[in-house]
């Protein structure tokens, strides 16, 4: 790939929490950490919890500020960009779907809701009717292999977690962003939907979109991933292709993290 692929530059990215109200004392969430992400790839973080990389994703979707600092949306500092245009673009599904719904509402509101986002931040001045985002929703949840007819007028109790993230993702697809940023996306899933969901993002990625995948999983890392980076205590210890970074780790802490995966041919000796 060359520069002109690149849509997502990170640069020397660093965030200190501050704990405390009297006796105050700073955190460390993410420290120097850098990296690009290209169009038509899937480049994953991968690390154990409080490694720091759902911090480094919170900062990339604006929904916390970084210490110091850079990110670069097509060669433009993400930060001069109005927050909804920048929604346009960047798009997160989250680890917990249920914490984006809204309980008193079925799940069709933010389906519906995401068409606002879309007219507002539309150079052509669009506007959807009722008819049309109903037919756009029903046309995009089969795209996905759900059926409308079981989803739709339903509440989120009433939906399994592997659906919602999956509505998540029918979500930004009806906002058409460049940038799909998937936090632990198949962490509330059982192993046949964690395949759906990894396809989809495989899908996504062919039609030209670019997947951040944050993830602890070292398996669903490298079967998804063009590239990875591994971060450990806040920073990012190694990163590459996913064959080099998985298959011919440098880092001791990436040796130990490939070397703890279970294989299914050998069984534990407790």
């Given at each position: 790939?060359?520069?002109?692929?690149?849509?997502?530059?990170?640069?020397?990215?660093?965030?200190?929490?501050?704990?405390?109200?009297?006796?105050?004392?700073?955190?460390?969430?993410?420290?120097?950490?850098?990296?690009?992400?290209?169009?038509?790839?899937?480049?994953?973080?991968?690390?154990?919890?409080?490694?720091?990389?759902?911090?480094?994703?919170?900062?990339?979707?604006?929904?916390?500020?970084?210490?110091?600092?850079?990110?670069?949306?097509?060669?433009?500092?993400?930060?001069?960009?109005?927050?909804?245009?920048?929604?346009?673009?960047?798009?997160?599904?989250?680890?917990?779907?249920?914490?984006?719904?809204?309980?008193?509402?079925?799940?069709?509101?933010?389906?519906?809701?995401?068409?606002?986002?879309?007219?507002?931040?539309?150079?052509?001045?669009?506007?959807?009717?009722?008819?049309?985002?109903?037919?756009?929703?029903?046309?995009?949840?089969?795209?996905?292999?759900?059926?409308?007819?079981?989803?739709?007028?339903?509440?989120?109790?009433?939906?399994?977690?592997?659906?919602?993230?999956?509505?998540?993702?029918?979500?930004?697809?009806?906002?058409?962003?460049?940038?799909?940023?998937?936090?632990?996306?198949?962490?509330?899933?059982?192993?046949?939907?964690?395949?759906?969901?990894?396809?989809?993002?495989?899908?996504?990625?062919?039609?030209?979109?670019?997947?951040?995948?944050?993830?602890?999983d070292v398996g669903q890392a490298?079967?998804?991933?063009?590239?990875?980076?591994?971060?450990?205590?806040?920073?990012?210890?190694?990163?590459?292709?996913?064959?080099?970074?998985?298959?011919?780790?440098?880092?001791?802490?990436?040796?130990?993290?490939?070397?703890?995966?279970?294989?299914?041919?050998?069984?534990?000796?407790?």
């Amino acid at each position: 790939m060359t520069d002109k692929d690149e849509v997502l530059r990170v640069e020397n990215l660093t965030k200190y929490y501050t704990s405390g109200y009297i006796l105050t004392k700073k955190v460390l969430g993410a420290e120097d950490v850098s990296f690009d992400l290209r169009k038509r790839e899937v480049f994953s973080i991968v690390g154990e919890s409080g490694s720091g990389k759902s911090t480094v994703a919170k900062i990339i979707l604006r929904l916390i500020n970084p210490t110091s600092g850079k990110i670069y949306l097509d060669g433009k500092d993400v930060f001069s960009f109005d927050k909804k245009a920048y929604w346009r673009r960047v798009q997160g599904v989250f680890q917990d779907p249920y914490s984006t719904f809204n309980h008193f509402y079925t799940v069709d509101k933010p389906l519906m809701d995401a068409f606002s986002l879309l007219e507002k931040t539309s150079s052509k001045n669009k506007k959807y009717s009722k008819t049309e985002r109903q037919e756009i929703i029903r046309s995009i949840l089969e795209k996905i292999g759900m059926n409308p007819d079981e989803i739709l007028g339903r509440y989120p109790h009433q939906i399994s977690g592997g659906q919602m993230q999956r509505l998540l993702i029918a979500r930004s697809l009806i906002i058409g962003p460049d940038i799909l940023l998937a936090d632990e996306p198949t962490s509330m899933t059982d192993a046949s939907t964690r395949v759906a969901i990894l396809r989809e993002l495989l899908r996504l990625k062919e039609e030209g979109m670019a997947v951040l995948f944050i993830t602890h999983d070292v398996g669903q890392a490298y079967h998804i991933s063009d590239r990875a980076a591994v971060m450990k205590d806040g920073r990012i210890v190694e990163i590459g292709s996913s064959e080099d970074v998985f298959f011919h780790p440098q880092h001791p802490y990436t040796k130990n993290l490939v070397a703890s995966v279970p294989k299914l041919h050998i069984k534990w000796n407790v």
